[in-house]
Each structure stands twice: as C-alpha cells, then as structure tokens.
T-cell receptor, first 114, second 114 residues
Framework: EAQVTQNPRYLITVTGKKLTVTCSQNMNHEYMSWYRQDPGLGLRQIYYSMNVEVTDKGDVPEGYKVSRKEKRNFPLILESPSPNQTSLYFC?????????????FGDGTRLSIL | AQKITQTQPGMFVQEKEAVTLDCTYDTSDQSYGLFWYKQPSSGEMIFLIYQGSYDEQNATEGRYSLNFQKARKSTNLVISASQLGDSAMYFCAIASSGTYKYIFGTGTRLKVLA
C-alpha cells in the first residue's frame, strides 16, 4: 500500500530535549515536505526537499532541521524544542510538485512541548 | 511571494444542496498549480482536485468542480449534492512549478446539515 508513515503519532516532551520525528514514504517520490498546522493558520511549510541531499526552507523553518540522506526518509529534527513548537505536524511526498501530482500526507504527529 | 486567501472560516449547507467554497490567490509566477484538500475530523489530509494555471477547462472530479477564474485569481471549489460525510475542513493550496514551495490557505470548515 502506497503510504507516508510518520512516527511517533503523539509525543509529549519538555523544553530543550532534542527530538526527531521520522517520515518515510514507499512511493519512490523525489519531493518530500514538512508542515505544521495550527488553529486559524492552516498548514505552513517548514522545509521541503526536491531530492536526496537537496533541501530548502519553507515559510517557518526557524527551530527545525531536516536531512535527506535517502530518498524514502525525511526526518524532522527539533534540536531544542520550545513550547511555541507545540503543533500538529504533517509529512508529505509527491512525484512532481507543481504539476497535477498531489501530495500524499502522513497521518500527522501531535507534538506537545511543556 | 505567493499567498492564498480563504475568507470563509465556516459554512453550513443543507444535505443534497450545492455549496461553493471561495479561494483567491496571489502569485507572480506564470506556471503554478492549485489544489484542494479535505481534512475530516479524524485529521488526515485528502486530496480532492487540481487545477493547472494553463488549463483552459475547469477541473472536475465526481461531485467536486472548480470555478477557475485566472484573471481574478480565484479558484472556488463547488461541491454538488452535499453529503453528511462532506463535513470537514477544506484547504486551498498553491504550488509554483519553479520553486516547489506550497502555500496553504487558513481553511474553511464546512458543516452539512441533515
């Protein structure tokens, strides 16, 4: 089954404790992306990657890091999480962004930073 | 910079009636794609329909259709014969073919009444 898998689905942690949210896709997509969703703000793009070792900033990259060492994986790293990073996070992938190929989304990761 | 505006935070529609969700955008790019996604209360993001900037025909997918007015920079989603399962949050998004950045609107919450 074609899918984007995020882990964990839920995480409660404390300020300053480094965490990683993993994202993996099995569709051989070149494009992958991370979003955060906050009430009233919709989805905002954090980082995206057009291929292995190619990443670029979205609209809200501050406080986040990503890496794309393999095509299928695109982890999101919070080196020193803060309460304002409490949010719902989505990973997505696409074969050809900007064309008629839509993004496929993971089920989301709800992150709470205390 | 690209921008998406969804001016209707919430809407109600009677079951079996049609409803139009508004979306306007701003971009200086000539080549771009417009997407609509549905997010039910369970949280997943479901792709509905796509319109390319060079498409001359309005996109249709089953009960979903777009009223694409390029000169006015609007791409309104029309849902015909609304069903209770259509109750969800709906997001409009734009992706530039050049930068591959995605911008989402703040969403419209639709409630279908029995």
């Amino acid at each position: 089954e074609a899918q984007v898998t995020q882990n964990p689905r839920y995480l409660i942690t404390v300020t300053g404790k480094k965490l990683t949210v993993t994202c993996s896709q099995n569709m051989n997509h070149e494009y992958m992306s991370w979003y955060r969703q906050d009430p009233g703000l919709g989805l905002r793009q954090i980082y995206y990657s057009m291929n292995v070792e190619v990443t670029d900033k979205g609209d809200v990259p501050e406080g986040y890091k990503v890496s794309r060492k393999e095509k299928r994986n695109f982890p999101l790293i919070l080196e020193s999480p803060s309460p304002n990073q409490t949010s719902l996070y989505f990973c997505a992938s696409s074969s050809d962004p900007g064309s008629n190929q839509p993004q496929h989304f993971g089920d989301g990761t709800r992150l709470s930073i205390l | 910079a690209q921008k998406i505006t969804q001016t209707q935070p919430g809407m109600f529609v009677q079951e079996k009636e049609a409803v139009t969700l508004d979306c306007t955008y701003d971009t200086s790019d000539q080549s771009y794609g417009l997407f609509w996604y549905k997010q039910p209360s369970s949280g997943e993001m479901i792709f509905l329909i796509y319109q390319g900037s060079y498409d001359e025909q309005n996109a249709t997918e089953g009960r979903y259709s777009l009223n694409f007015q390029k000169a006015r920079k609007s791409t309104n989603l029309v849902i015909s014969a609304s069903q209770l399962g259509d109750s969800a949050m709906y997001f409009c998004a734009i992706a530039s073919s050049g930068t591959y950045k995605y911008i989402f609107g703040t969403g419209t919450r639709l409630k279908v009444l029995a």
